[in-house]
């Protein structure tokens, strides 16, 4: 049972806007820790998407953005591709635990 | 640019000790801005994080593993290392380590990963 809460699975045309969402607590989203997005494409290592609310790495694009309310944030994917299909992960720091934790991941599906 | 490359054996029998080694270029492990871990995958599986020492050497465990769990530097070859005992099928996994920053503000940095796999 993963301590940040994703869905499983989400899916869209290309072309459509998706979103992810990631469920915490007051102990880590709740309490101002930054959320950060990985992308994964299976057999690789995850790469770092976006880390708080604005900032990508180099070559991310802006169709990748996060959204923040309360012990929740949602990163969305507008204007989908075929390249975005992979596995996503949101990670942050949890002080009840002192420990870094993660989504359980949402498998993304260009249809 | 850093490059994080993991070592160690890819098979380890049940009840052993599991060891790697994460070699560090184009970084120190005594930038006092980072802390250096490592984090699992189970295949098919998330992302667990396992363990993570800073530049003074103080370290940080996951409260599920920290009975099992050693995370220590060697600052003369610039690697850190870990350690796993009494490991079982359930440990089985692709092992990451990994660069995260102390103000965590930024997210992590990761090495390409290697698979332990703990069979008889």
């Known amino acids: 049972q993963s301590v940040l809460t994703q869905p499983p699975s989400v899916s869209g045309a290309p072309g459509q806007r998706v979103t992810i969402s990631c469920s915490g607590t007051s102990s880590n989203i709740g309490a101002g820790y930054d959320v950060h997005w990985y992308y994964q494409v299976p057999g690789t290592a995850p790469k770092l998407l976006i880390s708080g609310d604005t900032n990508r790495p180099s070559g991310v694009p802006d169709r990748f953005s996060v959204s923040k309310s309360g012990t929740s944030v949602s990163l969305a994917i507008a204007g989908l591709q075929a390249e975005d299909e992979g596995d996503y992960y949101c990670?942050?720091?949890?002080?009840?635990?002192?420990?870094?934790?993660f989504g359980g991941g949402t498998k993304v599906t260009v249809l | 640019q850093l490059q994080l490359q993991q070592s160690g054996p890819g098979l380890v029998k049940p009840s052993e000790t599991l060891s790697l080694t994460c070699t560090v270029s184009g970084g120190s492990i005594t930038d006092s801005t980072y802390y250096w871990g490592w984090i699992r995958q189970p295949p098919g599986k998330g992302l667990e994080w396992i363990a993570s020492?800073?530049?003074?050497?103080?370290?940080y465990y996951n409260p599920s593993i920290k009975s099992r769990v050693t995370i220590s530097p060697d600052t003369s070859n610039n690697q850190f290392s870990l350690r796993l005992t009494s490991v079982t099928a359930a440990d089985t996994a692709v092992y990451y380590c990994a660069r995260h920053p102390l103000t965590m503000i930024l997210g992590f940095y990761w090495g390409q990963g290697t698979l332990v796999t703990v069979s008889s």
């Open positions: 990670q942050s720091f949890d002080s009840s635990l002192s420990a870094w934790v």
């Open positions: 020492i800073d530049y003074g050497g103080r370290t």
